[in-house]
């Protein structure tokens, strides 16, 4: 069965530094997301994706993150700077919608756990 | 008001019992709802989907939509210990098909 896939499972980088989480998202999905989780707090969205543009983002998506699809396979996130307060689970994930009132939804990838340090 | 809401918990439940988890939403333009389920340090993991009022059935688990009272429930039948985990409700309501998530319910099968 298709899944979502992420890499590294795990990042640890120093505060200041700028990291690349990496998703693969679905093949023939159309809609990619990227949501964060802090440790022991609810999962909160971030971005999505779709058409090759950002087609929403949330409060916590400043300029500090960027996202990219820079190939046919892959969805990146960028954390320019980072900082303590951005050590979290990320999820990347992706969804195939073919219209309203059905039950195609979003598909989850493993998750990246980043700690700065 | 939050527009996906759900009790924390923890909602502790005997093995064997029927495990009742709800959910309610703000916005009447919500089409469709999903169960997820999240074990602790794992991803969410899609368990139920429905859209249409009534219920639905999958094995132990059944989701029940009321859309004029605007609450989505998930029904666990014969709950074993592994049904142990955090279940989220989301809501897409609009084209972007973005998921609006409530916070989560924790839920404990006592053995």
């Known amino acids: 069965e298709p899944e979502v896939t992420q890499t590294p499972s795990h990042q640890v980088t120093q505060m200041g530094q700028e990291v690349i989480l990496r998703c693969v998202p679905i093949?023939?999905?159309?809609?990619f997301y990227w949501y964060r989780q802090i440790l022991g707090q609810k999962v909160e969205f971030l971005v999505s994706?779709?058409?090759?543009?950002?087609?929403?983002k949330s409060e916590i998506f400043d300029d500090q993150f960027s996202v990219e699809r820079p190939d046919g396979s892959n969805f990146t996130l960028k954390i320019r700077s980072t900082k303590l307060e951005d050590s979290a689970m990320y999820f990347c994930?992706?969804?195939?919608?073919?219209?309203?009132?059905?039950?195609?939804?979003?598909?989850f990838g493993p998750g990246t756990r980043l700690t700065v340090l | 008001q939050k527009e996906v809401e759900q009790n924390s918990g923890p909602l502790s439940v005997p093995e064997g019992a029927i495990a009742s988890l709800n959910c309610t939403y703000s916005?009447?333009?919500?089409?469709?709802f999903f169960w997820y389920r999240q074990y602790s340090g794992k991803s969410p993991e899609l368990i139920m989907s429905?859209?249409s009022n009534g219920d639905k059935e999958d094995g132990r688990f059944t989701a029940q939509l009321n859309k004029a009272s605007q609450y989505v429930s998930l029904l666990i039948r014969d709950s074993q210990p592994s049904d142990s985990a955090t279940y989220l409700c989301?809501?897409?309501?609009?084209?972007?098909?973005?998921?609006?998530w409530g916070a989560g319910t924790k839920l404990i099968i006592k053995p």
């Open positions: 994930a992706s969804g195939q919608f073919t219209g309203m009132g059905s039950t195609d939804t979003q598909y």
């Open positions: 093949s023939n999905h159309l809609y």
């Open positions: 994706f779709y058409n090759n543009e950002i087609s929403e």
């Open positions: 916005d009447r333009v919500s089409q469709s």
């Open positions: 429905i859209y």
């Open positions: 989301a809501v897409i309501k609009d084209s972007n098909y973005q998921l609006i």
